[in-house]
């Protein structure tokens, strides 16, 4: 009975809540995804225009979000924006997605990153505990990305000020770090004719393969091809800028939320936009774009194939010499660890609303004495260490942004369902340049799913099987009601 009484405390101001849009959306991609992106489009101009776009997506969705954060200050934010505008199903389908593979893919694959590049200072996390065949492997670093998850579970479930604390501390250490490395790129890079040698032929766009052979095969990009690359390869920087939602979850516990939920989405996304695309600059002035996979140096290996990818701990060799390797993984270890504690924190209150639905677990309905969903929490951590185990959670992230981006097109759609069917509800904040940027963003990411069913078909449809496989499970349990 004493925990049915707890409710939950409003304990998190507006600089609170945009610690956890930008820590949040600030994990390892940005240490990562350029190189990709770099082999997809092969210039420089074209990949700032990606990561320019990106950022003004994710902010005007934020803006969008506003009004319906406004409209429903309720722990448990978009699950809640999507039951008013289309009712239980689809707001089950929803939660189903983000329990199954959004919200604790994320969580997985960010664990498992912490414990990649704790290895470089731990060699022994590298150690193989069992093998299957030649395709699994379970390994120390995998035991370490679990610990790390049932550590911050367990501080979050001591009170949202905990959460709080950690989310501060990491947050601002690693924008710190960031704009540390973006200051002494710039001022190093520029000193050099790096950055002018990138721009040269800055609008020739190419897609280089890396053959199993070792060769290396370049395509002439122009026109549609270049506008399918671009909209195939955007996924990279859509998902190192996702979960800035995570803060609607908690809107139970944040102060004046009416104000500070829109407040906070659009200075997080803003900041993380800003360091996002100085950082992709620092790089471009660090490393020539092209280069070969065999180079000796990270000069050689330039951005394309950066040793495993690693653009970030490429740039801080540049920078720093090989010192600048550890300092890099230091700086992704603090990054990752920081963006898990807010993907957590946030993640429960999802869960609990789910359940005070009758849509989840019972018992993830309840607060505890700290008044926290804990055991919602600890559900959400044992299916995020399941899926660290299973050494799968690198396609279910494949899967799960491309299902993360329809409800993101769903939830702004609503905007309009609910401004005709209800006119009169209080609306302090109203979605900024509505129609035209909520219409936008829907027009350009719809764009953008579609493109990806057509270049990547096989991991679009596993996320659209995903979302599916929700229906029949929502409908076995209403049965059983």
């Not at 990561?51 to 978009?78: H, I, R």
């Not at 996979?293 to 394309?304: A, D, F, L, T, Y």
Request: with cysteine.
């Amino acid at each position: 009975m004493q925990e049915e009484k707890q409710t939950f405390k409003r304990e998190l101001g507006l600089l609170d809540a945009t610690s956890l849009v930008a820590g949040s959306m600030i994990g390892s991609g940005i240490f990562i995804v350029t190189a990709a992106m770099a082999r997809d489009v092969g210039s420089a101009a074209w990949l700032l225009v990606i990561w320019l776009v990106t950022g003004l997506l994710t902010m005007s969705a934020a803006l969008s979000y506003g009004e319906l954060a406004g409209m429903m200050p309720n722990a448990g934010g978009q699950f809640v924006y999507i039951q008013r505008a289309y009712g239980k199903l689809m707001s089950f389908l929803y939660g189903w997605t983000v329990f199954t593979v959004i919200q604790t893919g994320v969580i997985a694959a960010v664990a498992v990153a912490f414990a990649n590049y704790s290895a470089v200072f731990f060699p022994i996390l590298e150690n193989k505990i069992l093998t299957i065949g030649e395709s699994y492997s379970f390994t120390n670093k995998q035991i370490l990305a679990m610990a790390s998850i049932v550590l911050l579970t367990y501080i979050n479930t001591k009170g949202v000020q905990s959460g709080k604390m950690i989310q501060l501390v990491f947050t601002s250490a690693k924008l710190f770090a960031l704009f540390a490395i973006i200051i002494l790129g710039l001022y190093i890079g520029l000193k050099t004719d790096v950055l002018s040698n990138n721009f040269a032929h800055m609008w020739e766009a190419s897609k280089t393969v890396l053959n199993d052979d070792g060769t290396v095969t370049v395509t002439k990009l122009a026109g549609v091809a270049l506008l399918g690359a671009m909209g195939a390869t955007i996924i990279n920087s859509l998902f190192s800028s996702d979960a800035w939602n995570n803060v609607t979850f908690i809107a139970g516990e944040i102060k004046e939320p009416k104000k500070n939920i829109p407040r906070s989405l659009f200075l997080g996304t803003l900041i993380v936009t800003i360091i996002y695309i100085l950082a992709n600059i620092a790089y471009l002035a660090l490393l020539p774009m092209q280069g070969t996979p065999v180079g000796e140096s990270v000069i050689n290996k330039g951005i394309m194939f950066a040793s495993q990818d690693r653009v970030g701990a490429a740039a801080a060799n540049v920078i720093m010499g090989n010192i600048g390797v550890f300092v890099m993984a230091g700086l992704i270890m603090v990054s990752t660890f920081g963006c898990n504690s807010g993907l957590i924190l946030s993640g429960g209150r999802l869960f609990y609303a789910m359940s005070k639905d009758g849509l989840f677990f019972k018992k993830a309905g309840e607060l505890n004495k700290n008044n926290v969903p804990a055991k919602a929490l600890w559900f959400q951590c044992v299916w995020a260490c399941v899926l660290c185990i299973s050494g799968k959670y690198g396609d279910l992230l494949t899967y799960s942004t491309f299902a993360s981006l329809l409800f993101y097109i769903l939830t702004i759609y609503g905007i309009f369902i609910l401004r005709k069917k209800e006119p009169n509800v209080d609306r302090p904040y109203k979605a900024f340049g509505y129609p035209v940027i909520p219409a936008i963003y829907i027009t350009l990411t719809s764009l953008i799913c579609i493109t990806l069913l057509i270049y990547d078909t096989t991991n679009t449809g596993l996320g659209l099987f995903i979302v599916a496989l929700g229906i029949p499970v929502y409908y076995l349990t209403k049965s059983k009601e």
